[in-house]
């Protein structure tokens, strides 16, 4: 579930040319999908409590209008001001951040992911935000030493999407999707399903899911000593029955090799495909703007899974706020982060983007400002389906011992090696043994 010592946010970095950020930066409401889009002045270093400006970088300049709200609201209940800086459009926040640091002016405040921020307090350069997540109840993805590293302000959890005109029923275990895609695939206009594969994070997420489906261990031990489990004993076995599960459903989906969030979105929307994996409510935003014909037809699903299998775990996103311990102002940014959550404007910031972002808490899952948004009430099948599987979410981070914070795990996301590894399979012709070896010599490689 969403808390403890892990995130929704089995978040990812903005790495590589079709990210999940650059496509999906902004969707504003169901009618409109955006992508987001510099550097502060000043002198950096300090730390510390300062009079100077809070520098918050952030990627969701889609969220602009909100955002100015929250700060207005910050500066007259403290003696804090906020300079915003917006990364422009096709470039990252990560990358923003090094130009900063590089110049002498780190931010002191960060929107970014679970991953991320893991990766920022292993390498010594984030302040704790212990305060914001005990006294806001959070969940504590970075929970290292005592002291948090990560507030969350969002949820994103992945979502299969099917077309239900074409489907008379949802299919659920791997066999019968294996024959109902192959029937779509034989007799309609579309494939049956969309396999994606190479260095993107909708491959890498896809592929991670369907090895969880299948109870595989892929990683163990705690955070200072990950073990790399994917290639042992059951879990060997578990993994090679997944990449041939893998290799039956490619026979029924386009070529997804290099396919990104929006690329298998397009092939919905194209009718090239009756099913597609994504995040949340993300086609339904984009395909309402396009194809408002379509969205009827189609229905959120759970990723597949064997026969007899239950749905224990379910990647989720999450994205927040993390202070970094260099800036000229970190008293302040950890007490925007403190008062972020509960500013009036939370829920407006958060549901821009309904049936996408989704709180970081079940109570505030369950608040009025959910229940009353318009766009929500019109799908009720999403929240349904959010609901009954909360405490299966979690995080590609949180896949050391007992959930602990796993950084080969991160960086392994960072390279997106498990999409990697299905291009193996179903480009360069590796059969599913020698998939399992490429890709555990390769998660091996980064320990």
Not at 5 to 30: E, I, M, P, Q, Y
Not at 49 to 74: H, T
Not at 161 to 186: F, I, K
Not at 259 to 275: F, H, K, P, R, T
Request: proline share 5%.
């Amino acid at each position: 579930m969403i808390n403890g010592n892990h995130s929704r946010g089995g978040d990812g970095r903005k790495t590589r040319g079709s990210s999940r950020r650059t496509f999906l930066a902004a969707v504003g409401s169901a009618a409109a999908v955006t992508t987001a889009g510099c550097l502060g002045g000043g002198g950096g270093g300090g730390g510390g409590g300062s009079n100077e400006p809070i520098r918050y970088l952030s990627d969701r300049g889609d969220s602009k209008d909100v955002m100015d709200e929250i700060i207005a609201e910050f500066e007259e209940e403290t003696d804090h001001t906020v300079e915003m800086i917006y990364t422009a459009k096709g470039t990252s926040s990560d990358a923003e951040m090094q130009k900063m640091v590089a110049a002498g002016n780190p931010p002191d405040l960060l929107f970014d992911t679970s991953t991320d921020a893991y990766r920022l307090q292993r390498d010594g350069v984030l302040a704790p935000v212990t305060g914001a997540v005990q006294d806001n109840d959070l969940p504590d993805p970075v929970s290292v030493g005592g002291e948090s590293y990560f507030a969350a302000a969002m949820v994103e959890p992945l979502m299969g999407w099917y077309r239900n005109d074409v489907y008379s029923e949802m299919p659920t275990s791997w066999s019968e999707w294996v024959e109902a895609a192959g029937e779509v695939s034989a007799n309609e206009s579309m494939e049956g399903y969309v396999i994606q594969s190479g260095q993107t994070n909708n491959a890498d997420t896809q592929m991670t899911q369907y090895l969880w489906q299948n109870d595989v261990e892929i990683y163990g031990g705690p955070s200072d000593g990950i073990e790399v489990r994917l290639d042992n004993d059951d879990n060997r076995q578990a993994a090679v029955e997944t990449f041939e599960w893998v290799q039956s459903m490619a026979e029924h989906s386009p070529n997804g090799s290099g396919w990104a969030w929006g690329d298998a979105i397009g092939a919905l929307q194209q009718e090239n495909a009756a099913a597609i994996a994504s995040v949340g409510g993300l086609p339904i935003l984009t395909i309402q703007a396009n194809r408002p014909d379509l969205v009827e037809n189609l229905s959120p699903m759970p990723f597949p899974v064997p026969s007899g299998a239950a749905q224990d775990r379910w990647w989720a996103y999450m994205e927040g706020h993390l202070v970094r311990n260099d800036g000229q102002n970190t008293e302040g940014a950890q007490a925007f982060v403190d008062f972020f959550t509960s500013s009036s404007r939370f829920f407006d910031f958060v549901l821009s983007a309904p049936l996408f972002q989704f709180p970081p808490t079940r109570e505030q899952l369950d608040a009025p400002e959910v229940a009353e948004n318009e766009v929500i009430q019109q799908h009720p099948d999403v929240m349904n389906l959010v609901r009954d599987n909360w405490d299966a979410f979690t995080s590609v981070l949180a896949t050391g011992d007992g959930g602990a914070p796993n950084i080969v795990a991160a960086d392994a996301y960072s390279e997106q090696l498990f999409g990697q590894a299905a291009d193996q399979l179903l480009v360069g012709g590796l059969t599913p043994d020698e998939t399992v070896d490429w890709l555990a010599e390769e998660l091996r490689g980064l320990q």
